[in-house]
């Protein structure tokens, strides 16, 4: 690992670490797939941005092997009602993905020979084009459609001129469903991405490339009010009821649930449909937006604060590049569930791994760049010093996405 911080470096460099990670942890289950993960210290959405990006895909083996020709899909992270903020921060300084990154990731596929770039997204409770969520934000879409010759913004809660949403099944059987339904632009796509947010999560301790997935599921058809014989044409709440407290199957056309015995908590159920979706559609390249974020919460509907990493993470296997980007936040990717950060809830990248999604390791997992000890932002004391919005309350069990 030349450039990385090995995870035993990692756990030796932080004696507050130490007392919180001595819980028991869980042996490995055989060699789980490891790529390269690159990092990359970027101070700002400027100049650099395009140039640091393009510098950490020739790390991980080049851009043009991934989308040269392909129709590429883009699934980016706008959780959440578009004109929540957190205090004066707009969305995207907060727990939104940066337009300016979505841009940038555009414009260097297209140099690379992307033949089709469609920008996914399933916005909260609207079955309207995507551009309208962004302009409710603040957003001029038209940046993000200018940065290369065919971009398309698609609103994936909702099948529009689509016939019929696609079944993806998980390999080797789900761990909370066998099977989940999908627009079809998840499958009408030769690369899938996931861009996202360094962030933590109430529900599921941190959200990076893969709870950014969890952001797939429609709400038309998993949301709280869907009549059990048919999905929704508009969508009109969250995914509470189905997926964080399991109060309700969803409607006929999508499979049940495995085990209705199964735990009906949050914590148990979440870490499992984003380790099944991420078997079910496999991300092909991951991208981390940690330049400016908010740490203590997903979304301004938990609390937190806004904060300034500098930090960009980039990989081709989901589960290494979490793990990495977890060791950026300060967090041990190895920890057992309970502990910091996972601590009301299972470790997914420990579940990822059981699947053989790949290593969370930092011992087994080549970084490029920055090496971690020098890209590190702890964000623990900012999830300590977190109070929850209890106004909101109601409107967070239903909204948590990704």
Aim: glycine fraction near 12%; aromatic fraction near 6%; include cysteine.
């Amino acid at each position: 690992m030349p450039h990385g911080l090995t995870r035993r470096r990692f756990l030796a460099g932080s004696a507050a670490a130490a007392g919180l990670w001595a819980a028991r942890r869980v042996p490995l289950a055989g060699a789980a797939p490891t790529a390269p993960v690159a990092v990359a210290k970027c101070d700002a959405y400027g100049p650099e941005l395009v140039p640091s990006l393009d510098r950490m895909f020739d790390q991980l083996g080049g851009l043009g092997r991934l989308v040269k020709g392909r129709t590429v899909a883009v699934k980016v992270n706008l959780t959440g009602i578009p004109t929540v903020r957190l205090g004066k921060l707009p969305a995207e300084r907060a727990h939104w993905v940066h337009p300016r990154v979505i841009g940038a990731v555009a414009h260097l596929m297209e140099r690379a020979g992307a033949r089709r770039i469609r920008v996914l997204e399933c916005p909260w409770a609207s079955a309207a084009p995507l551009e309208e969520t962004m302009l409710r934000a603040g957003w001029d879409p038209g940046e993000i459609l200018g940065a290369a010759r065919r971009v398309e913004l698609v609103n994936v809660n909702w099948l529009g001129e689509a016939k019929d949403y696609r079944r993806f099944d998980v390999p080797g059987g789900g761990l909370l469903f066998p099977s989940y339904l999908l627009h079809p632009a998840f499958h009408d796509c030769d690369t899938f991405v996931s861009l996202t947010k360094l962030k933590d999560h109430i529900t599921a301790g941190i959200t990076l490339s893969m709870k950014n997935c969890f952001g797939n599921l429609p709400t038309t058809v998993y949301g709280d009010h869907v009549p059990e014989d048919a999905p929704l044409e508009v969508p009109n709440s969250g995914r509470g009821a189905v997926f964080h407290n399991g109060s309700r199957q969803p409607p006929r056309i999508a499979a049940p649930e495995i085990d209705p015995g199964s735990p009906r908590y949050g914590g148990y159920r979440i870490p499992r449909v984003v380790v099944d979706i991420c078997s079910a559609r496999p991300i092909d390249l991951a991208i981390v937006d940690g330049i400016e974020t908010m740490a203590g919460s997903e979304g301004p509907w938990g609390g937190g604060e806004g904060c300034r990493p500098g930090v960009l993470v980039a990989g081709t296997n989901c589960v290494n590049t979490d793990a990495v980007a977890a060791a950026v936040m300060g967090y041990d990717p190895m920890a057992a569930g309970g502990t910091p950060p996972f601590r009301d809830c299972d470790n997914f990248l420990e579940l990822a791994e059981g699947k053989g999604l790949g290593s969370r390791d930092l011992d087994a997992i080549e970084v490029a760049g920055t090496p971690v000890r020098e890209a590190r932002f702890d964000f623990a004391p900012f999830f300590r010093s977190r109070t929850r919005h209890r106004q909101l309350s109601d409107y967070a069990d239903g909204a948590q996405g990704s």
